[in-house]
Structures are given as structure tokens and as C-alpha cells.
């Protein structure tokens, strides 16, 4: 686990938190045009250059106001400016579309997700080429559709609500720039299959599920919990099961995330390793297996997410230097808004940056000053330990370095937790101390099994790895099992006002980044406890 001695400089900050205030500034102000906020900012740009360049500080001042002003210019350009073609007024449409993006739907005769129009009647031919929200009935077809089909379809477009008029669906639609729902109606027929690249991710996302069934129990809900946490397909959990994990703070394990992208990559970083491959080399050939597999589970974007994480992860690798995570974040963060600047608001993007965030500012220092707290044999030189003292310290400082990390990523999870489900997972910190380790395994076993899935018919040895994750799920379906049986095991919560969660967020990271800062100085300890304490009181004021 890397270290944290002093903070690290952050450069791109200075783009990041201007640019991510210009976002938020469109998304909840009115402005002028954005042809007048962009003179304005190259105006700004121009003042900041002169500043910097007789050496006056000011600059910060007009550099930092040009990118506030970019941020809500591609923020107003990206999500809030409809085609203005199509008609406001809902109207009846058929259509032809392809499949982008399935959503997991809980009736198996109804289909959602995200779909492109591909043709229309000629007086309707401004829809063509759409991006579009569809719910639609599935009855009149032979097979559930598949992303990357196209179908013939019936049923009635609308515009989506406002902002401040619709819900946070609506908005989570509109963030991702669609302003447009086609419901109240059905597929009808397929009219083309999906080819290329979607037909191949189809093709290999099934060859991976019956591999990963090939096990004793084929049919039970673990077999259906393991292929979630692989394939991030949380349809095949039973309701119980998805009760069972969202209680317990647990569910984002089958969200393919940070956990799995992580633990993939180090797979495939030692795997390549062994062949004694070049340092750059190895890099993109794991990034591209990796992305790899992120199109064949699917695309999420918690998974892209990740996956540009670890790529500017390796990025500042290639300057032979030392790996800077907190570099890599910023570095992945701004670009991600770049490209998509809605997805600032979504709970899945706040969710994987602060929790990351909170891990690396707050939780690696912690358990740094954990173990330096409460040392063990202290008086007992490392060369002259027996090896029972060894392991004990190994043990030691395994436990507390998962407990900081824990501890970080509970209070900043606990605290999105409350606004956006509103539901605390009391033992949060303890389940996923003990699940999250489990699932890591469970996933490695899914890696080998994969990867080694050509040689069944030649040895089944996918098969014993298959049940070793089948033996680690149940694990964790006991551990969560037991959990759920103590008082008060989950509190549920009032909903709160945005405003009140939003202070609350930034109001502790303000202060855990505070504390980062204080690295190297003799009160930090102080200011990392002072953190915890913040967030703990923040946490018990929100719930009640």
C-alpha cells in the first residue's frame, strides 16, 4: 500500500476546481449566450498571459475566472441546448432505433436504455439521428433485445422535464445529454442484428457467463451473484439478494467499478510482468485488455471511469518517475468532464471520485499514523523478530492500513449515501473491511477462470476456480447474513435538501484536504482525527 509522507502538488487543480464551478454555476444560474461568455474568457486568458508575464499574482485571479467561464460554456453547450428541430410537443412515432446502452429492467417485458433513431417517416425526418430515452413494452418479440440491435418501434416522444421540474431520473437523463423520452408503446420486430463491435462484445459477454457457470451449483443465486460481480449484471441477482446488499452497504460491489478495473489491471500488470514485457509496452497492452473487457461488460460508465483512472495512472509512470494517484485522479476527473460535463452531477461520478478521494487525502495518511500510533514489539529490532513476531506485525499493519482506507471511504460513501438512498449502512466500516477483500479474491478466481476457459475442453480447470469464487460469495452472503441480524444493522433517512448535502460534502473534504496538507507537520495526526470527527457529526446530523 503506497505511503503518504508529505502532500504531493497538484497542479491541475488550478484547472479542475474553475472549471468544475463553471459547470455547476450553468447548471443552476441563468447566463448570457455562450458566444459572450467565451469572448469574455479568451479576454481573461489574455489578461492572465500579460499579468503572468510582468510577474503580477493577479493572474491567478483572471485565469481562473476565463476557466470558470469555459466550464459553463461547454456545460451550456453539451446539456442544455436541445435540437431545435425536434418538435417540444409530445407526438406519436414510428421509428427505427438501435440499441446503445440496456438498462437492467426489473419486468422481463419491458426494455429501457439509451438508443439512437436510425430512420423515421420522411415528416418526422428531424428525428434521425437522435439520442433518445426509450421504455418500451417487449411482448411482440421472439428474444429479449441485446445492445447494438436495431428495431422497428411505436410509441410517443416527449421532451423531458426541466431541471427544476422533473426528478432526478429526468436529470440524470439530461446530464447525460439526452432531452428526449420515447415511451407508451413497443418493439415491434428486429430489423437488423447487431454487427461489429457490439456483436462481438455480445458474443464474448455470453461465452463469459456460461463459463463462469460451469460449477457445481450452476443454478443457485451464488452462481447468479458471482456472474453480477464479474459481468456487472445485477439482474441476475434475486430480490432478496439485491435487498440483502443494498441494506448492508454493499451493492456497489457489482457495479463494474474501481474494485474490479483495479483488480484487473493488477492482474493482467503481473501476468504481463511475467513475460518480461518492456514497462510501456506492458502498460498499454493491460490498459487495452482492460477496455476490453469494459466494452464486453457492458460500457458503464463507472467502469470508463476507472478505466481512465488507471490509465493516468499509468501515464505518470512513463516519465520514470514515481506514480502519483492523486495526480492520476485530477488528471482523469478533468478529463472525464471534458468530455462530459454532465456527469458532475451524477451520484455514480461523485460516488467513485470522492470515495477515491477521500481514500488518498485522508484514509492512507490515517492508517500511516494508525500504525505509527500503536506499534507492536517496538522495543524488538525487525532483524532480530521470530517469525510469529513478523507475521503478528505483518497482520498488524495489514488490519490498520484497511481500516484507515475503510474508515475514508465509509464517511465519504456514508455521506452520498444519506441524500441519494437514503439509508446508512451502520456497519458499514466492518462489512466492508470483510467483504471487500473477499470480493477481490472472488474476482481474481473470476480472472483465472476466464483466462483459462479455451483450455476446458482439454483440463476444466475454469471450473475449480469457479467454485473457489462460488465459496468466497457465500462467504460474503453469511458475513452480510449476520450483519443483518444486529439491532439496527441499516437506518433509513429522511430525505434532505441538496443545498444541506452539498455543504455538508465540500465542507468536510475542505477539510480532510486541509489536513493532507498538514503532512510532514507535527499535528497532523490532529487534523486527521479532527476529519473523521467532522465527518462522523455530519453523518449523525444528516440521519436524524
Not at 133 to 153: H, I, K
Not at 256 to 282: E, K, N, P, T, W
Request: glycine share 6%; proline share 6%.
Amino acid at each position: 500500500m503506497p505511503k503518504a509522507t508529505k502532500p504531493r502538488r497538484v497542479p491541475l487543480l488550478w484547472i479542475l476546481l474553475p472549471y468544475a464551478t463553471g459547470i455547476c454555476i450553468a447548471r443552476f444560474l441563468p447566463l448570457p449566450q455562450t458566444p459572450i461568455l467565451i469572448a469574455i474568457a479568451i479576454i481573461g486568458l489574455f489578461l492572465a498571459y500579460k499579468a503572468s508575464h510582468k510577474g503580477s499574482s493577479t493572474w491567478h485571479l483572471f485565469f481562473s475566472a476565463s476557466i470558470i467561464l469555459l466550464g459553463a460554456t461547454r456545460f451550456l453547450t453539451s446539456h442544455l441546448a436541445p435540437n431545435s428541430e425536434v418538435s417540444k410537443i409530445p407526438r406519436e412515432a414510428e421509428i427505427e432505433l438501435q440499441i446503445k446502452t440496456l438498462f437492467n429492467a426489473t419486468d422481463p417485458e419491458t426494455a429501457l436504455g439509451i438508443a439512437t433513431v436510425v430512420s423515421a417517416p420522411i415528416q418526422q425526418s428531424e428525428l434521425k439521428g437522435l439520442r433518445l430515452f426509450f421504455f418500451l413494452e417487449t411482448q411482440r418479440l421472439d428474444n429479449y433485445p441485446v445492445e447494438g440491435e436495431t428495431f422497428s418501434a411505436i410509441g410517443v416522444i416527449r421532451p423531458l422535464l426541466p431541471y427544476y421540474e422533473g426528478d432526478r431520473f429526468d436529470a440524470y437523463l439530461r446530464n447525460l445529454g439526452i432531452v428526449h423520452a420515447y415511451k407508451q408503446g413497443y418493439l415491434l420486430e428486429r430489423t437488423a442484428p447487431a454487427i461489429g463491435l457490439a456483436s462481438l462484445a455480445n458474443q464474448a459477454r455470453t461465452a463469459f457467463a456460461n463459463s463462469l457457470s460451469q460449477n457445481k451449483i450452476p443454478e443457485s443465486p451464488y452462481t447468479g451473484a458471482y456472474k453480477g460481480l464479474m459481468l456487472g449484471q445485477k439482474s441476475e441477482l434475486t430480490p432478496e439478494q439485491k435487498q440483502l446488499f443494498l441494506s448492508n452497504g454493499t451493492m456497489h460491489i457489482f457495479a463494474i467499478s474501481g474494485l474490479h478495473i483495479g483488480v484487473i489491471a493488477l492482474c493482467f500488470h503481473h501476468l504481463l510482468s511475467l513475460m518480461r514485457l518492456d514497462g510501456s509496452v506492458r502498460a498499454v497492452v493491460a490498459l487495452l485488455a482492460v477496455a476490453c473487457f469494459v466494452i464486453i461488460t457492458g460500457g458503464s460508465a463507472s467502469s470508463w471511469r476507472a478505466l481512465l483512472m488507471v490509465a493516468c495512472l499509468y501515464l505518470t509512470t512513463f516519465g520514470h518517475k514515481q506514480a502519483s494517484p492523486l495526480n492520476a485522479l485530477v488528471a482523469s476527473a478533468l478529463i472525464y468532464l471534458l468530455l462530459l460535463p454532465g456527469q458532475l452531477f451524477q451520484a455514480g461520478f461523485q460516488m467513485s471520485y470522492l470515495t477515491v478521494s477521500s481514500i488518498l487525502l485522508l484514509g492512507l495518511p490515517l492508517a500511516k499514523s494508525l500504525n505509527r500510533l500503536l506499534p507492536l514489539f517496538p522495543h524488538i529490532p525487525h532483524a532480530i523478530q521470530t517469525t510469529w513476531q513478523r507475521w503478528l506485525c505483518v497482520s498488524k499493519r495489514w488490519l490498520l492500513d484497511a481500516t484507515g482506507v475503510s474508515i475514508a471511504a465509509f464517511l465519504s460513501s456514508a455521506l452520498l449515501g444519506i441524500y441519494y438512498f437514503q439509508i446508512l449502512p451502520t456497519y458499514g466500516i466492518l462489512i466492508n473491511l470483510v467483504a471487500l477483500p473477499i470480493a477481490s479474491l472472488a474476482i481474481v478466481a473470476g480472472f483465472l477462470s476466464l483466462l483459462l476457459s479455451p483450455l476446458n475442453t482439454i483440463l476444466p480447470i475454469s471450473e475449480l476456480f469457479n467454485n473457489a469464487a462460488l465459496v468466497l460469495i457465500k462467504l460474503i452472503h453469511l458475513t452480510l447474513e449476520f450483519t443483518s441480524t444486529l439491532p439496527a444493522s441499516s437506518i433509513a433517512t429522511a430525505p434532505i435538501p441538496a443545498s444541506l448535502a452539498a455543504t455538508a460534502i465540500l465542507s468536510s473534504l475542505a477539510l480532510v484536504a486541509y489536513g493532507y496538507c498538514q503532512l510532514g507537520k507535527p499535528r497532523e495526526q490532529h487534523w486527521q482525527f479532527a476529519s473523521v470527527l467532522a465527518c462522523g457529526l455530519w453523518i449523525g446530523y444528516l440521519q436524524l
